[in-house]
C-alpha cells in the first residue's frame, strides 16, 4: 500500500523553512549524485513548494483547491491572472479542469484568453483584455449564477448531440430563452470548438434569431453574455444587418421602439417585447442595410407595420 502522505502544516514560515532545508541538501545530490538519486531528491522539494502554495490561503477560508482559486479571483476582481498563479494557490495540476467547473458548473464570470481571441470581433470586449494570452483569465464578476447548475445539465446533454455547432448553440438557447447564458456555457455547448463565436453570430445576422449581447442591443449586460430574447426569427427581409450597423442604429434611437418609445427598461418576466431593426424601404425592394433606412422597433410594432404593408 502506498504511504499517505502526512496532513499539510498551515504555517506558511514553517514550510518554507523545510523548504531551504531540503535545497541545502540537495548540493550534495548535485554534486555526486547520479540522475535518478538527483530527481528522487527533487520530488520532495516539489511536494513542500505545492504545500507553501496551498498554505498562503488560510484553510478557514478555502480548503479544497477548487475552493482557494475562486478565493484568489475574488481577491482581484477585473485583474488578469496567469495560470501559473493558480498553479501555486490550487497546489494541483488540474487546476484548469476546476476552473472549468467553476465558470461552467457555479456560475462565475471567468473568462480565459482563449475566448477573448475567440470573441476579437466582439468590440463588448475592452481593449485592456484583448492582450490576454491563452493561460490567462479574469473574474470579470464577483456575483455567483445561481443558475449556472441548471444550465450546465442542459448544455451537457445538447453537447453530445450529432448535430452542427450552430444547431447546438440554437438549441441551447432556445432552452433558455430571456435567461442570460455566458461565452463559456456556449464553448462549451459547442464541444470547445473556436467557431463558437462565429456561429453566434450567423445565428443572429444571417438567420434573425433576436441574440443580443453588450453591444449589440443590451448595453446593461455583462461582457461576454448573450440573451435569446424570444423564440422567434426576425422576418427574412430584416435580416443580414450588420453587427456594426445594428449598434449604431441602436445607439442613435437610445435604445428604444421609435413607435411606441418602450424599452427594456420597462421589460418584466411577463411581457414578451424585444428591440428589432426595422427596414424603412423594404430589404425585398432594394432598401439597404444603412443607419438612413432603419430604424428601432419592439417586436409588436414591427409586426403592426408589416401587417399594414401587407393590406
Known amino acids: 500500500m502506498a504511504e499517505r502522505r502526512k496532513i499539510v502544516p498551515c504555517d506558511p514560515e514553517a514550510i518554507r523553512q523545510k523548504v531551504a532545508e531540503l535545497i541545502t541538501n540537495f ?14 531528491a527533487l520530488v520532495p522539494i516539489f511536494h513542500q513548494l505545492r504545500d507553501l502554495g496551498k498554505s498562503l490561503i488560510p484553510t478557514e477560508c478555502a480548503s479544497a483547491a477548487r475552493d482557494r482559486i475562486l478565493y484568489y479571483f475574488r481577491q482581484y476582481p477585473g485583474t488578469i491572472i496567469h495560470g501559473d498563479e493558480l498553479l501555486v494557490v490550487s497546489g494541483i495540476q488540474e487546476y484548469a479542469r476546476r476552473l472549468r467547473e467553476l465558470r461552467v458548473q457555479f456560475g462565475w464570470a471567468i473568462m480565459s484568453g482563449v475566448t477573448i ?4 470581433e466582439d468590440d463588448q470586449i475592452p481593449d485592456e483584455l484583448k492582450c490576454m494570452k491563452p493561460n490567462e483569465y479574469v473574474l470579470l464578476n464577483t456575483e455567483q449564477d445561481r443558475e449556472a447548475a441548471h444550465r450546465y445539465n442542459i448544455a451537457n446533454t445538447i453537447r453530445k448531440k450529432n448535430k452542427s ?26 464541444g470547445d470548438k473556436s467557431e463558437w463565436a462565429r456561429r453566434v453570430r450567423e445565428l443572429r445576422t444571417e438567420e434573425g434569431w433576436p441574440i443580443v449581447t453588450k453591444s449589440t442591443g443590451r448595453p446593461e449586460l455583462g461582457i461576454g453574455v448573450y440573451i435569446l430574447e424570444a423564440d422567434r426569427q426576425t422576418p427574412k427581409h430584416d435580416r443580414r444587418i450588420p453587427d456594426a450597423i445594428r449598434r449604431d442604429v441602436l445607439r442613435r434611437d437610445e435604445y428604444k421602439c421609435q413607435k411606441c418609445n418602450w424599452s427594456h427598461k420597462e421589460w418584466n418576466p411577463s411581457d414578451p417585447r424585444h428591440l428589432e431593426l426595422h427596414h424603412i424601404r423594404p430589404h425585398a425592394e432594394g432598401g439597404p442595410n444603412v443607419q438612413e433606412n432603419l430604424q428601432t422597433l419592439c417586436n409588436k410594432c414591427h409586426d403592426e407595420v408589416h401587417r399594414r404593408e401587407k393590406q
Open 27 to 40: 548540493e550534495h545530490e548535485l554534486r555526486s549524485g547520479e540522475l535518478r538519486s538527483k530527481v528522487l
Open 117 to 120: 481571441k475567440e470573441m476579437s
Open 165 to 190: 455547432v450552430r444547431d447546438k448553440i440554437l438549441e441551447f438557447l432556445r432552452e433558455n430563452v430571456g435567461r442570460p447564458v455566458t461565452n463559456e456555457e456556449l464553448r462549451y455547448v459547442a
